[in-house]
């Protein structure tokens, strides 16, 4: 089992930045992919950002493409989403996801075993 933490959501003025932390605990991590997702209200739940663990390959949803950036602290086994020239269509709850070893970075939330309780992002016009 893996457990995840989500932290660092808040509410910013667009053109803000924000970052998220994914804390992780319980199996090793070290061949695992993980990834952000977010929600917003009325809408399906989307990919936003995934890093391979061991390899430290990345990849981002063409919406926050050069705006955000997925990183991982392996001392702290800790993910970390910053987000930069927030928009006010990021406002979503952001969930932390993971799954086991793969070659390829899996954008459908249903490729995903283990999920964060998810923390709130607000952006204001």
């Known amino acids: 089992q893996v457990q995840l933490v989500e932290s660092g959501g808040g509410l910013v003025q667009a053109g803000g930045s924000l970052r998220l932390s994914c804390a992780a605990s319980?199996?090793?991590?070290?061949?695992?992919?993980m990834a952000w997702f977010r929600q917003a209200p009325g809408k399906e739940r989307e990919f936003v950002a995934a890093i391979s663990w061991s390899s430290g390959s990345t990849y981002f949803a063409d919406s926050v493409k050069g705006r955000f950036t997925i990183s991982r602290d392996d001392a702290k086994i800790t993910v970390y989403l910053q987000m930069n020239s927030l928009k006010p269509e990021d406002t979503a709850v952001y969930y932390c996801?993971?799954?086991?070893?793969?070659?390829?970075?899996?954008?459908?939330?249903?490729?995903?075993?283990?999920w964060g309780q998810g923390t709130q992002v607000t952006v204001s016009a």
């Open positions: 319980g199996r090793t991590f070290s061949r695992l992919v």
């Open positions: 996801a993971a799954r086991g070893p793969s070659s390829i970075i899996y954008v459908s939330s249903g490729s995903y075993d283990y």
